[in-house]
């Protein structure tokens, strides 16, 4: 099998951020490459989210739709972060996508509140009603009506995602904390990639 190979501008990796992306990027195609199986987990989420994307034709709730789309472009987002290696970062796409989510079936649920969430910024109130209404203890409880064991399975979920780096968290920094200790002397690294074994 030949890969094709594109050559780089002038200059690219000649600096950090260039040289870190293009570590990132190496990660992307080495874990396609060593890791099949979770690749095709991967994958296979993103089919699901294709099929439903594919039959979204003259939907009847646009709003949702369109949450629906962004959720997909989240979970894309994450799939590329935790391939390159930046694994606490992929949590905060995660956690996006099962907002979107919920959203799109609160407002499904609820349309008035989708009608007041698109208008959020007409006006304070109308700001603060958006704020309240889309709390997570809100949405999840739509969830929870219709589904209560995909709600337990979205409460794990969300939380892993703010424990693992979706906010600024204990487990966030020292799952990827580093400490190098030689005689007198302590030095604190943040692992920013991941290497797939």
């Not at 195609?29 to 439903?52: G, Y």
């Not at 003259?58 to 369109?66: C, F, K, S």
């Not at 208008?119 to 304070?124: A, L, P, Q, T």
């Not at 424990?163 to 966030?172: I, L, W």
Request: with cysteine; aromatic share 10%.
């Amino acid at each position: 099998m030949k890969i094709e190979q594109h050559e780089s501008p002038p200059g690219w990796t000649d600096d950090d951020l260039t040289s870190f992306i293009q570590m990132a990027t190496n990660n992307i195609i080495a874990t396609f490459h060593n890791k099949k199986r979770e690749f095709n987990m991967l994958k296979d989420i993103d089919s699901f989210f294709q099929a439903v994307i594919d039959n979204l034709l003259n939907a009847p709730d646009l709003l949702a739709g369109m949450l629906f789309l962004r959720a997909h472009s989240a979970y894309r987002a994450a799939c590329r972060m935790s391939l390159s290696g930046q694994i606490p970062e992929a949590f905060v796409l995660l956690r996006s996508c099962i907002e979107y989510s919920l959203y799109a079936l609160h407002i499904n649920r609820n349309p008035e509140a989708g009608d007041k969430w698109i208008n959020r910024h007409e006006n304070n109130e109308a700001l603060q009603y958006a704020r309240n209404e889309f709390q997570f203890k809100n949405v999840i409880k739509t969830l929870e009506t219709i589904d209560p064991s995909i709600c337990r399975t979205s409460r794990l979920l969300y939380e892993r995602s703010i424990d693992f780096g979706a906010h600024p968290n204990e487990r966030s920094i020292t799952s990827s904390l580093k400490i190098i200790e030689e005689g007198d002397r302590i030095e604190y690294k943040q692992l920013y990639l991941y290497i797939a074994p």
